[in-house]
Each structure stands twice: as structure tokens, then as C-alpha cells.
């Protein structure tokens, strides 16, 4: 008995070593990261004072500092948070300001002054990030959104370049081009390429269809740029094989096809549940060698799809779908946007990194909730900006609002929209009259009425 109680004791104090040793290291990991988060700020308003001076350009003291501008352009970039709920919320902790006081003194921070936090937000990601990686995947997409650069009271439609890293899953870069650049992606692409400072050796640069070009193939081989993207399926230089180009096409290209099924449930006419099975061909060209098998390259091009949520993210948090601001600057006041809407989400994947890796399960995707941790950071904003942050307050939030959320895996929900007169919203109504008449024609057996693109379509489903 003596003996039994003795090792019980030895197993407690192990026990009890092993778990302050973790704590210890939680304790020290946190404290460092703290450092880190804190310096990307560090002495902002003598910084910013400098590069005015550079410029010529006076400041004088006043009741707000150009950090209290920074938390007010910070804030003011989320969504559904008022301009005007901002200020109200900065001055209940602070000195009663106008929001104009808040406005001008933010316009005065130079665009530099913005692009250098966010090249020391990048620093200390690459610091937490994996940097053993053969390749970097960079999915590549266009997005559009309206913007108020002509100031005439009609929105305009401008397209925007965002390139995700898939790898890290952290974007790198959202590039706001112009009005006028609608269905330029690929010439967006390769101003992107020709202007930037990235190890393009060491990354594979993943896109759709609608980069199916083959000047761009070219392009991107003579630079000794790796990529991967999906074909047109009315491509005429695809021979029936699918396996090769036409003889005098790029013949370092390969050809990777694959078919696939979709199966999902929607209303028919009686609203009663259809299971529906759709069966997908997709064709991918790549300039990769052989040393990339078949299923590697498929893997490739599915991971994709990260862009597409990337921009649902932004969209769903931030206020980048709809930039009705217009001033003397409004390139600059759109682009100092999208460099806050980049250090947010490079600081939640920061936080990300330091915590520990969702658990893996067989039956679930098991992520965390990017959205719930990006609004977090409102509650912890001001601490960051002033250089503030402790490991108490960084681990209260991350206690807070790191939170894992569950998806079933192979799982496909349609891409529709709960708000009215959205896109997604509109497009749910043309997606449901479309599939109403094909299980109308299948089940009755008229295909013959349907249009030509219908009954191609038609081929590819089997109701169940």
C-alpha cells in the first residue's frame, strides 16, 4: 500500500511538471508573439510625423494622433459598422472628436506609411509560417465590385486581382485595377507578374478557365513560371483524346482530364427533394513535369477554390463590395482600404499559427472560424495600433474568438444568397426555372424540346 501510494504521488508531480512546462511554454510563446504584434506599430505617430516632414508637410498637435486616425480607418473598414458608430464608440473611451477631425487627420497619413505595416505584417508572418515548402501553390482569380472613382452618382463596376496563397492560406495581394479593365484578367495577371517581387521559381500559379490563353502559356514558360490551369471545353486545338494541343501549340504543355459526380438535393416543381447527379468533365493544362503525377495536379487546381472563399471572406467582413467614398484621392483612400483588409487577415492567420492545429477527422473539414476571429480583432485594434498588447489581453481574444467549426466532407452547397436582389440571390432563381425544366424533360421524356445547351446538360445528369 505504501508503495502504491508513493508512485501515485511520482505520477501526480510528473503530471504536474508535464503541465507546467506547457503552461510555461504557452506563457513564452505568447509574450514573444506580443513583441512581435506590437512592433508592426511601434512609434507610428514619430513615423508618420518623419515621412510628412520628407514631404514638406506640417502637422500640428491636436487632440487626436495619427494613431486615433489609424483605429478609425482600422474600424471604419468593417462591415456594417458605421463611420458614424465608430467615432461614437472611440469617443465613449476618449475626448469628444467630430468625425471630420477623425477623416482629415486620417487623410494625412501617407499611403507609405500603410504599405510599410503591411510589409511588417509580413515579416513576422513569414517568421510563424512553414518555410520548409518545395512549392508555393498561389491561386490566382479576378473579382469585381463598385467603386465611385468618376464621382457622377452611378457606381462603376472595377475589376480587382486577388492572389491567395494557398500553402499558407494567407493572401498576398488584392490589386485594385480600373473601370475600364473589365475581362482583363490575364493582361491584370501579367502586369502583376512583370512588377513583382516574388520568387516566381518556387511557385505554382493555379487558375481558371478564363486564363485559358495561349499567349499566356507562353509567357509564363518563357519565364520559367510554373502553372496549372483549367481548359476551355470548347478549346478546338483539344484533340479527341484530350491528351495533347495541336502540333503547332505549346507542346511543353500536358493535359490532365478527369470526370467527376455532384450529387445534390434540390426543390421541383411539386417542392418536393430530388436527388440530382451531375457528372463533370474538367480538362487541366499544366507546364509541369512528370515528377507531378496526375492526382497531384488535380489536387493542385481543386485547391483553387481558396480565392473564391478568400473573396467571400472579405466581402462577408469588410466593406469592399460597395466604395462609395470619392475625395481628391480616392485611388489612394480605395487602396489604403485594401491594405487594412490585408493586415487583418494576415494577423488572423498569424494567430492562427501559434495555436494549436484543428484536429483532423475523418468525416469533417474542421477549420476555424476566420470570420468570428476577424471581427475579434476589433476588441483588441487599439492595443495593436498603440504598441499596447499584453499576452493577457492577446489571449483573452484568442480564447474568445478562436472557435472550430465543422464541415461535412464532399459535401457541395449551391452558391446562392439569403439577401434579396444580390447576385447569388438573383442567380438561385435562374438555377431553380433551369432545373425544373430538365427534370421536367427527363421525367417526361422531352428532351428533344429543350434548347441545344439544355440538352448537354441534361446528358450529364441522372435523377435518382
Known amino acids: 500500500m505504501y508503495i502504491k501510494n508513493i508512485f501515485k504521488y511520482i505520477v501526480l508531480i510528473f503530471l504536474f511538471i508535464i503541465i507546467y512546462i506547457i503552461m510555461n511554454k504557452i506563457k513564452n510563446d505568447l509574450e514573444t508573439l506580443t513583441k512581435d504584434i506590437n512592433n508592426i506599430f511601434y512609434n507610428a505617430n514619430d513615423n508618420i510625423s ?102 457622377d452618382k452611378k457606381l462603376e463596376t472595377t475589376l480587382n486581382m486577388g492572389y491567395y496563397d494557398v500553402s499558407n492560406c494567407v493572401p498576398i495581394h488584392i490589386d485594385l485595377k480600373n473601370y475600364s479593365d473589365k475581362n482583363k484578367e490575364i493582361s491584370a495577371f501579367i502586369e502583376y507578374v512583370d512588377n513583382s517581387k516574388l520568387d516566381m521559381q518556387n511557385i505554382i500559379f493555379v487558375m481558371d478557365r478564363a486564363y485559358f490563353s495561349y499567349d499566356l502559356f507562353e509567357y509564363l514558360n518563357k519565364k520559367n513560371i510554373k502553372f496549372v490551369i483549367r481548359v476551355k471545353n470548347n478549346c478546338i486545338h483539344l484533340k479527341k483524346n484530350k491528351s495533347v494541343l495541336h502540333k503547332n ?30 457528372n463533370l468533365s474538367c480538362n487541366i493544362a499544366t507546364n509541369l513535369n512528370q515528377t507531378y503525377d496526375e492526382d497531384t495536379i488535380k489536387n493542385i487546381y481543386k485547391s483553387r477554390w481558396d480565392v473564391e472563399v478568400f473573396f467571400k471572406l472579405i466581402k462577408s467582413n469588410f466593406k469592399f463590395s460597395y466604395l462609395t467614398e470619392h475625395n481628391t484621392q480616392t485611388r489612394i483612400c480605395y487602396l489604403k482600404k485594401y491594405i487594412v483588409i490585408l493586415i487583418n487577415c494576415m494577423l488572423e492567420r498569424i494567430f492562427e499559427l501559434v495555436l494549436e492545429d ?78 425544373d425544366k430538365l427534370i421536367d424533360a427527363i421525367d417526361n421524356n422531352t428532351l428533344e424540346k429543350l434548347n441545344k445547351n439544355l440538352k448537354m446538360e441534361a446528358l450529364t445528369i441522372t435523377l435518382l
Open 249 to 278: 501549340k505549346c507542346e511543353y504543355v500536358r493535359f490532365v482530364s478527369y470526370n467527376t459526380t455532384i450529387t445534390s438535393i434540390i426543390k421541383d416543381k411539386k417542392n418536393k427533394d430530388r436527388s440530382v447527379t451531375r
Open 50 to 151: 518623419n515621412i510628412l516632414k520628407t514631404k514638406n508637410i506640417n502637422t500640428r498637435t491636436k487632440k487626436l494622433s495619427f494613431t486615433d486616425a489609424l483605429t478609425y480607418k482600422f474600424l471604419c473598414a468593417y462591415k456594417n459598422y458605421t463611420n458614424t458608430q465608430v467615432v461614437a464608440d472611440l469617443n465613449f473611451t476618449n475626448i469628444k472628436v467630430d468625425i471630420n477631425n477623425y477623416y482629415k487627420k486620417e487623410q494625412k497619413i501617407p499611403l507609405e506609411y500603410y504599405e510599410n505595416i503591411l510589409n511588417n505584417t509580413k515579416q513576422i508572418l513569414n517568421k510563424y509560417s512553414n518555410k520548409n515548402l518545395k512549392d508555393r501553390i498561389i491561386a490566382v482569380d479576378g473579382t469585381y465590385n463598385n467603386t465611385n472613382f468618376k464621382n
Open 358 to 435: 484543428p484536429p483532423k477527422n475523418n468525416k469533417y473539414n474542421i477549420k476555424y472560424n476566420k470570420s468570428l476571429a476577424l471581427n475579434g480583432l476589433k476588441q483588441i485594434i487599439s492595443n495593436i495600433i498603440n504598441s499596447t498588447l499584453t499576452s493577457e489581453i492577446l489571449f483573452k481574444y484568442l480564447n474568445n474568438f478562436f472557435t472550430l467549426v465543422y464541415s461535412e466532407k464532399n459535401k457541395n452547397n449551391p452558391r446562392t444568397s439569403k439577401i434579396p436582389f444580390s447576385k447569388w440571390y438573383v442567380k438561385n432563381y435562374i438555377y431553380k426555372y433551369k432545373n
